[in-house]
């Protein structure tokens, strides 16, 4: 039975040859008995300590399965001493099929010892793991149930050696409930990290600077557009303790004061604040203080987010007003009419009549339903996605073509 569609078969880097994920999973920090270290050194002993482990136990490889809830839609497999199988899928597909068969034979039984030699192979098994499973011989397979998790592994002898004796096999059982709990806190690190992963790549399309601040101004999060802003030193700057701060010195401490009243305000109660940012160019840019908390409701998680505005542009995506009803023409039109001084002068540089150009305001103001010139450029001004630019859209009137 093939595993193709139950676990991906991609593979972790490891500094190892003993231990490796048979999915892209983080390496999990599995050390039986003492699961109480953490830290570097700690994660610097994982690659060996299951093998080393299972070997005090007689075990020579293994293949181990965690599924869990709800109803097993997770599956996650783990190779123990199949060294060559760690960049190669195919093999680890048919290391895991044969495994599938093997408990198969289990049923609702809790062990079965077998021998190895025993177990039927396809063709295909012979030519791609025949080398690896040919120094194996007994060997026994587990299975068991623990806090909604179900894990089953199949533990490998060296050919030549005895089976294992009833010791053997009660202390292989023992250890299912072991790695059902470490590997379960694992593939929640591992799917937690994922998840992170995948929401900082998304706020670093924003190009609204956005951070997450302690109530002393120390960033939790910041995506790239604050990062830049930081770098740039322009309106905000990271100080020698590492919060952040205004470089206007008039404007640092009340900026700092809000932040800390977002960051400690009580349950209940929303704090908000606009602070303007001055630069020493004499430009500015707004900063909203809000305070935010755990969506447990834990007090104890409370932060203040911290987002900084640049003014108004009249760079609409070229995508939005085009599901306004703009045509390219109007499009164009509008553009140099919004940075034009006069209605005359907006006719003059797109290359139009002024008649002409009354006639495209008219029907711009019409699809947009406005019907002065500040309205119009609210409206436009409003329409700019806070985003990167992504190579598809282009600010209108840029002046390519002509009206």
Same mark, same amino acid.
């Given at each position: 039975?093939?595993?193709? !569609?139950?676990?991906?078969?991609?593979?972790? =880097?490891?500094?190892?040859?003993?231990?490796?994920?048979?999915?892209?999973?983080?390496?999990?920090?599995?050390?039986?008995?003492?699961? !109480?270290?953490?830290?570097?050194?700690?994660? !610097?002993?994982?690659?060996?300590?299951?093998?080393?482990?299972?070997?005090?136990?007689?075990?020579?490889?293994?293949?181990?399965?965690?599924?869990?809830?709800?109803?097993?839609?997770?599956?996650?497999?783990? /190779?123990? #001493?199949?060294?060559?199988?760690?960049?190669?899928?195919?093999?680890?597909?048919?290391? /895991?099929?044969?495994?599938?068969?093997?408990?198969?034979?289990?049923? %609702?039984?809790?062990?079965?010892?077998?021998?190895?030699?025993?177990?039927?192979?396809?063709?295909?098994?012979?030519?791609?793991?025949?080398?690896?499973?040919?120094?194996?011989?007994?060997?026994?397979?587990?299975?068991?149930?623990?806090?909604?998790?179900?894990?089953?592994?199949?533990?490998?002898?060296?050919?030549?050696?005895?089976?294992?004796?009833?010791?053997?096999?009660?202390?292989?059982?023992?250890?299912?409930?072991?790695?059902? =709990?470490?590997?379960?806190?694992?593939?929640?690190?591992?799917?937690?990290?994922?998840?992170?992963?995948?929401? =900082?790549?998304?706020?670093?399309?924003? %190009?609204?600077?956005?951070?997450?601040?302690?109530?002393?101004?120390?960033?939790?999060?910041?995506?790239?557009?604050?990062?830049?802003?930081?770098?740039?030193?322009?309106?905000?700057?990271?100080?020698?303790?590492? %919060?952040?701060? %205004?470089?206007?010195?008039?404007?640092?401490?009340?900026?700092?004061? !809000?932040?800390?009243?977002?960051?400690?305000?009580?349950?209940?109660?929303?704090?908000?604040?606009?602070?303007?940012?001055?630069?020493?160019?004499?430009?500015?840019?707004?900063?909203?203080?809000?305070?935010?908390?755990?969506?447990?409701?834990?007090?104890?998680?409370?932060?203040? /987010?911290?987002?900084?505005?640049?003014?108004?542009?009249?760079?609409?995506?070229?995508? /939005?007003?085009?599901?306004?009803?703009?045509?390219?023409?109007?499009?164009?039109?509008?553009?140099?009419?919004?940075?034009?001084?006069?209605?005359?002068?907006?006719?003059?540089?797109?290359?139009?009549?002024?008649?002409?150009?009354?006639?495209?305001?008219?029907?711009?103001?019409?699809?947009?339903?406005?019907?002065?010139?500040?309205?119009?450029?609210?409206?436009?001004?409003?329409?700019?996605?806070?985003?990167?630019? #992504?190579?598809?859209?282009?600010?209108?009137?840029?002046?390519?073509?002509?009206?």
């Amino acid at each position: 039975m093939s595993t193709k !569609s139950q676990c991906s078969l991609t593979f972790a =880097e490891t500094n190892d040859d003993s231990f490796h994920p048979a999915n892209d999973v983080r390496e999990l920090d599995v050390r039986p008995p003492d699961l !109480s270290r953490t830290g570097v050194e700690a994660q !610097s002993s994982t690659h060996r300590v299951w093998h080393d482990y299972l070997v005090q136990l007689g075990v020579h490889a293994a293949i181990m399965n965690l599924s869990l809830p709800p109803a097993g839609s997770q599956r996650h497999a783990y /190779l123990v #001493g199949f060294e060559s199988a760690r960049h190669d899928a195919a093999a680890t597909e048919q290391l /895991l099929a044969l495994a599938e068969r093997i408990w198969s034979r289990l049923g %609702s039984d809790p062990i079965l010892q077998f021998d190895l030699s025993n177990v039927a192979h396809d063709d295909t098994e012979t030519n791609l793991i025949a080398h690896m499973l040919h120094r194996l011989g007994h060997g026994v397979a587990a299975q068991a149930h623990h806090n909604g998790v179900t894990v089953r592994a199949i533990y490998f002898r060296k050919k030549g050696l005895h089976p294992p004796r009833q010791h053997d096999v009660s202390s292989l059982k023992l250890i299912l409930p072991l790695f059902a =709990e470490s590997a379960a806190g694992g593939v929640q690190l591992a799917l937690q990290s994922q998840r992170s992963a995948m929401l =900082e790549a998304m706020f670093d399309r924003v %190009s609204l600077s956005m951070a997450v601040l302690t109530a002393d101004a120390k960033p939790l999060f910041m995506n790239s557009a604050a990062k830049a802003m930081l770098e740039e030193r322009k309106w905000l700057i990271r100080k020698a303790d590492g %919060s952040v701060s %205004s470089t206007n010195s008039k404007q640092s401490k009340k900026l700092r004061e !809000s932040i800390c009243a977002a960051a400690t305000a009580d349950a209940g109660i929303v704090s908000e604040h606009v602070h303007r940012l001055d630069s020493s160019s004499g430009e500015f840019r707004l900063a909203y203080v809000l305070s935010a908390r755990s969506r447990s409701g834990d007090t104890t998680m409370r932060c203040a /987010l911290l987002f900084v505005l640049a003014p108004g542009k009249m760079d609409a995506p070229t995508q /939005l007003l085009e599901a306004l009803g703009l045509l390219p023409s109007e499009q164009r039109f509008l553009g140099h009419f919004l940075k034009s001084s006069s209605l005359g002068n907006a006719a003059m540089d797109c290359g139009l009549s002024e008649e002409t150009a009354r006639t495209y305001l008219k029907r711009v103001r019409a699809k947009l339903g406005v019907h002065r010139q500040m309205e119009l450029a609210g409206l436009i001004s409003g329409l700019v996605l806070p985003l990167h630019g #992504g190579g598809g859209t282009r600010a209108i009137g840029d002046g390519r073509h002509d009206c």
